[in-house]
């Protein structure tokens, strides 16, 4: 889902980052392009974008950089020789963008990212980030050709390939929240206290998330109560596993695009100071995974500071 693309971008973020590149062949997350100014060769310029920018939205994602030059090797691997920062960053960026914007259709995502010479410069270079785009294929119209990059390199897909795009639904993508709910006592033994964790799921891709599920971590003295004086779980509990508390929604149990569900109150005991009315409540180092239909599993870590009543 482009997870190795974005590590890529948000990992450039000086000149230094990006000179460091030189010596590197490009790849399927990453492509180099010089900035060529004249009139008479900026159109074709547009189009290499757009072609470039249609590749990685078909495939997994990737990152153009604009102030590099890459020159084939003697085995046809292109590999970045030097660094040639574009004169003007902002209209570089604009005349990219309206590339982008005019020549592949449907639209696509782009994150844009300027890294100048100096913090005054005009200089340095563009940095694109094409997000793996969902459902039907992009292409440019330019050539009226669907591409895609494999590789290092970018290319025409196949019919099949065409096809298989084109009966593809839009993703869906589970990610977790666990929220502190603050301290309480306990409902059912008045003036011992407890801390409630709230497990909250929200789709962020575009795709309905069906049949999802959650799962949670064990940790010490971390539980999903099961009595009544407590909200019971969203979806049912499951035993499947002794160490995870198993979560798992069913044919009914949709998670739609940009919606939030509250799936379950954990519960921490605290310690009491010996000689003191305060409870404490250490760290917890908690890990989640939530999946759905069509989606991989997404595992996340949380760290919940330590509390006192």
Same mark, same amino acid.
Not at 232 to 240: I, Q, Y
Not at 263 to 270: E, H, N, P
């Given at each position: 889902m482009g997870q190795?693309?974005? %590590?890529?971008?948000?990992?450039?973020?000086?000149?230094?980052?990006?000179?460091?590149?030189?010596?590197?062949?490009?790849? %399927?997350?990453?492509d180099c392009k010089i900035w060529i100014p004249h009139k008479g060769?900026?159109?074709?310029?547009?189009?290499?974008? %757009?072609k470039n920018a249609c590749g990685f939205a078909n495939a997994t994602g990737g990152?153009?950089?604009?102030?590099?030059?890459?020159?084939?090797? %003697?085995?046809g691997v292109d590999v970045v020789q030097e660094d040639q920062p574009v004169p003007d960053i902002d209209a570089v960026k604009s005349e990219a963008l309206d590339a982008i914007l005019k020549l592949v259709e449907p639209e696509i995502e782009v994150e844009t990212k300027e890294i100048r010479l100096t913090s005054k410069?005009?200089?340095?270079?563009?940095?694109?980030?094409?997000h793996e785009s969902e459902g039907s294929p992009r292409r440019s119209k330019a050539t009226a050709e669907f591409y895609v990059r494999m590789a290092s390199g970018t290319v025409p897909m196949m019919y099949f390939q065409i096809a298989d795009r084109f009966g593809r639904r839009p993703?869906?993508?589970?990610?977790?929240?666990?929220?502190?709910?603050?301290?309480?006592?306990?409902?059912?033994?008045?003036?011992?206290?407890?801390?409630?964790?709230?497990?909250?799921?929200?789709n962020t891709g575009r795709g309905l998330a069906r049949f999802p599920a959650l799962r949670i971590g064990r940790t010490k003295g971390l539980m999903i109560p099961m009595h009544l004086y407590a909200p019971?779980?969203?979806?049912?509990?499951?035993?499947?596993?002794?160490?995870?508390f198993s979560l798992r929604g069913g044919s009914n149990d949709v998670v739609y695009p940009g919606e939030k569900l509250?799936?379950?109150?954990?519960?921490?005991?605290?310690?009491?100071i010996t000689g003191a009315k305060i409870w404490q409540f250490p760290r917890l180092e908690?890990?989640?995974?939530?999946?759905?239909?069509?989606?991989?599993?997404?595992?996340?870590?949380?760290?919940?500071?330590?509390?006192?009543?």
């Open positions: 190795r693309s974005e %590590a890529f971008f948000n990992s450039l973020k000086t000149p230094k980052n990006i000179k460091g590149l030189i010596g590197q062949s490009e790849d %399927a997350d990453f060769e900026l159109k074709s310029w547009k189009e290499s974008v %757009a990152v153009i950089i604009i102030g590099l030059l890459a020159q084939a090797d %003697a085995d410069s005009k200089q340095g270079y563009v940095l694109l980030h094409i993703h869906a993508q589970l990610i977790v929240e666990l929220e502190d709910g603050g301290v309480r006592t306990q409902m059912l033994a008045p003036g011992v206290f407890e801390r409630t964790v709230i497990a909250i799921v929200s019971p779980p969203l979806w049912p509990l499951s035993d499947a596993h002794s160490d995870w509250k799936i379950a109150t954990l519960i921490q005991g605290g310690v009491q908690v890990v989640t995974e939530a999946v759905c239909d069509g989606m991989p599993a997404h595992r996340q870590s949380f760290a919940i500071e330590a509390a006192k009543s």
